[in-house]
C-alpha cells in the first residue's frame, strides 16, 4: 500500500500554540508552559498529531519572542527548561509530537552574539551580522546615508546606525532583530549545533521563521522605490536568495540526515513562489518536507498589507489550485488560514455576524479537504473572530505600533490608520485564548497582557465542548477524517467551477474512492452545477456543517445541480 511508506506527517494536523496567548498557569497575565501542559487533554481531544510552539526562548520580548537572546534556555515569564522536558514527554505519551519554532535570520540584540558583534570592528563575531558602512560620501547618520536603500518589515529602514563605530547593522525586521550573516560559516555550524541540542532533547521538528531570507546577495543592491520617500524594496536580494538551498541542503546534511523519519520540517517564507517551493520540498534534495507560502493570506490585499479589498473567490481559488497542482507531483503542501501574524479567517474569508459557526465550519472544511498538510491556529477551532479594540492603546504588536507611528507621523487620519489595523493587524490573532465565560476567558487569574475579545461569554471552548455541532466538533471530525480517509491524505486534487463566484468545489481521488467537497461562500443559497450532480448528490455524505448533515432543502429532482445553503459545506463520497 502506497501510504504505508508515505511520511507520517502527510496525514497529520498540526496545531500552534502561541504560548504567550494561550494559557496562563501562573496570574502574570502572560500564557505560559504550565498553562499549555494543563490544556493538553484538549488538544489531545481535537485529534490534533503535532504541536507547534511559537518562541518561548529567553528574549526582550520586543516581538513577543521572534527576538531571541538565547536559543538553548527557556523564558522565565513562560516557565522552566524542565516544564519543556515534561511537555515533550507529556505529548509522546499521548502520541503525539512537538515542533518547535527555529528564528535563525535573526537574533535580539541583546543575544550574547551580536553583544559581542556591536563591540567593535575588531570583533571575532563582528562578520556574523550584516555591518556596512555608510553610502559613500556620506556621513553616519545623515539622512539617506543606511548602506542601502531597503525598507524593513516593520516600516523605516532595514539599517540601523552604530554610533560607537559609525557602521550600519542590517535588520529586516525590528531594529532590535539584527540579521544574522549566514555567509559566515562559524554562524552556520552555530545554528547547526544548536538544532541537534533540541533533537536530542526529543524534539520532533522545526518551524524555521523567514527562512527563505536567510542567504542575501552579497553585493547589497539597492531595491526599487517603493510608497512615498526614499525607501525601496530589497525583497529581489533577499528573498530566495543566491545560496538560500545550499544552506538548506546543508542543515538538513548536518542537522536531520539521520532522523529523517521523526522528523517535521516546515519553513516559513513569503515571497515565495510555487517553482521554487517545489525545489524546496521535493524529497530527492533534501532540504524541507513543506513550506508556508503566502499567496492566498496576500489575495485580498494592494500594494501593502493595509491596503485591503473584500475576497474575490475565484481568485483564491486559482491561488490555491495553483499550488495543489505545482505541488502534485513533487514536493507538498503546507495548509493554513491562521497564525499568530494573520486577522481570524472567519471575520477574512467568512461572515464573523449571522453565520459565524457556519462560515467557520465552511471554511475549514475547504481547507481541511485540499491534500497538504493542514495546521490549526489557536483558536481557529472555536471560530475565535478580529478584535473589538477601539483605541491604538489595545494594541501591542511591535509591526502595527510602528505603523501606525509612522502613517500618522506622515498625515494619515489616526482614525483611518486605526481602521486598517483592526482588519490586518497581527494582534487580530494574538488576543487571549477564549476558554470560557468566565473573567478574562478563564485564559487567566491576572490582568491579561492584551484584552481579551468582547465576544468570550459566546465563543469559547467551554460552550463549544458543550454544542455537538459547534465549530470546535467540526474541526474534530474533519481532523478524523484525515486519520481514517486516504483519500483525504493522499488523493489527486481536481478543482470544479474555476469561474464560479461563490461556490468552492473540489474532488479528491485515491484507490477506489473519490470524494467531491462542495462549498457556498455566501449567504444565499446557491447551486453547485458539478458535473455529475445528481449522482453526487445520491451518494454518501460524509461530512456536512449544517446540524441536519446531508438534509438540506428537499432536493429538485429536475435541477442537475445540488443547492447549498448559505455557508454550507458537504463532503461526498462515492467508489472511483
Ligand atoms: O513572520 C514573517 C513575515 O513575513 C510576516 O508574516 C510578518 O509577520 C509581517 O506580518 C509582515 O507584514 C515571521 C513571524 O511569524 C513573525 O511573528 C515575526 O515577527 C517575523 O517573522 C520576524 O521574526
Not at 541542503?249 to 540526515?257: G, I, P, R, S, T
Not at 456543517?545 to 454550507?568: F, I
Request: aromatic share 10%; net charge negative; proline share 7%.
Amino acid at each position: 500500500m502506497r501510504q504505508v511508506s508515505e511520511p507520517w506527517w502527510k496525514s497529520a494536523v498540526v496545531y500552534q500554540v502561541y504560548p504567550r496567548s494561550f494559557a496562563d498557569s501562573d496570574g502574570d497575565g502572560i500564557g505560559d508552559l504550565g498553562g499549555v501542559l494543563a490544556r493538553l487533554d484538549y488538544l489531545h481531544a481535537l485529534g490534533v498529531d503535532v504541536l507547534w510552539l511559537s518562541p518561548i526562548y529567553p528574549s526582550p520580548q520586543h516581538d513577543n519572542g521572534y527576538d531571541i537572546s538565547d536559543y538553548t534556555a527557556v523564558d522565565p515569564v513562560f516557565g522552566s527548561l524542565e516544564q519543556l522536558d515534561e511537555l515533550i514527554a507529556a505529548l509522546h505519551a499521548r502520541g503525539m509530537r512537538l515542533v518547535m519554532d527555529l528564528v535563525v535570520n535573526h537574533t535580539s540584540d541583546e543575544h550574547p552574539w551580536f553583544v559581542e558583534s556591536r563591540s567593535g570592528p575588531d570583533s571575532p563575531k563582528r562578520d556574523w551580522y550584516w555591518w556596512r558602512p555608510p553610502r559613500p560620501g556620506m556621513r553616519p547618520g545623515d539622512p539617506g546615508a543606511e548602506p542601502t536603500n531597503w525598507r524593513s518589515f516593520f516600516s523605516g529602514p532595514a539599517w540601523q546606525l552604530d554610533e560607537a563605530s559609525g557602521e550600519y547593522y542590517l535588520h529586516l525586521f525590528s531594529h532590535r532583530q539584527p540579521d544574522l550573516n549566514w555567509e559566515n560559516p562559524e554562524v552556520r555550524q552555530a545554528v547547526y549545533t544548536m538544532m541537534r541540542w533540541w533533537l536530542d532533547r526529543g524534539v520532533d521538528g522545526f518551524r524555521m521563521d523567514v527562512i527563505n531570507l536567510i542567504s542575501k546577495d552579497p553585493a547589497l543592491p539597492d531595491g526599487h522605490v517603493t510608497g512615498s520617500g526614499m525607501l525601496g524594496d530589497g525583497s529581489p536580494y533577499y528573498v530566495c536568495g543566491p545560496r538560500i538551498h545550499e544552506f538548506l541542503a546543508e542543515m538538513h546534511a548536518e542537522v536531520m540526515a539521520e532522523r529523517e523519519q521523526v522528523l517535521l520540517t516546515v519553513g516559513e517564507m513569503p515571497g515565495v513562489t510555487v517553482e521554487e517551493a517545489v525545489l524546496f520540498t521535493d524529497p530527492a534534495r533534501h532540504e524541507v518536507d513543506m513550506v508556508f507560502q503566502f499567496e492566498h493570506v496576500q489575495i485580498d490585499q494592494g500594494d501593502t498589507k493595509w491596503d485591503v479589498h473584500p475576497l474575490r473567490l475565484r481568485e483564491l481559488k486559482a491561488s490555491l489550485n495553483r499550488w495543489q497542482l505545482g505541488l502534485a507531483e513533487r514536493g507538498w503542501n503546507s495548509l493554513y488560514w491562521n497564525n499568530h501574524d494573520q486577522p481570524r479567517v472567519v471575520s477574512r474569508f467568512g461572515d464573523d455576524g449571522r453565520y459565524r459557526v457556519e462560515s467557520a465550519t465552511l471554511l475549514g472544511t475547504v481547507l481541511h479537504l485540499h491534500r497538504g498538510t493542514p495546521y490549526v491556529y489557536q483558536g481557529e477551532e472555536l471560530g475565535m473572530t478580529n478584535t473589538s479594540f477601539t483605541s491604538i492603546e489595545d494594541f501591542r504588536d511591535i509591526e502595527s505600533l510602528n505603523h501606525y507611528a509612522h502613517e500618522v507621523a506622515a498625515g494619515t487620519p489616526p482614525d483611518a490608520v486605526l481602521a486598517g489595523l483592526r482588519t490586518m493587524s497581527r494582534d487580530n490573532a494574538r488576543t487571549p485564548m477564549q476558554w470560557d465565560d468566565t473573567e478574562h476567558a478563564g485564559f487567566t487569574t491576572g490582568t491579561p497582557w492584551i484584552p481579551v475579545n468582547a465576544n468570550y461569554t459566546e465563543v469559547n471552548a467551554a460552550a463549544a465542548l458543550a454544542d455537538p455541532h459547534s465549530v470546535l466538533h467540526h474541526y474534530r471530525r474533519l481532523i478524523e477524517l484525515r486519520h481514517t480517509e486516504p483519500a483525504v491524505a493522499f488523493g489527486d486534487f481536481r478543482m470544479l467551477l474555476a469561474d464560479d463566484d461563490r461556490i468552492y468545489a473540489f474532488t479528491r481521488r485515491y484507490e477506489g474512492t473519490e470524494l467531491l467537497v462542495v462549498a457556498n461562500f455566501s449567504a444565499e443559497d446557491a447551486e453547485a452545477p458539478v458535473p455529475d450532480a445528481a449522482a453526487w448528490a445520491a451518494s454518501e455524505l460524509v461530512l456536512g456543517n449544517y446540524p441536519d448533515a446531508g438534509g438540506g432543502p428537499p432536493s429538485d429532482p429536475d435541477a442537475a445541480g445540488l443547492t447549498l445553503r448559505p455557508w454550507e459545506a458537504r463532503v461526498y463520497r462515492r467508489p472511483a
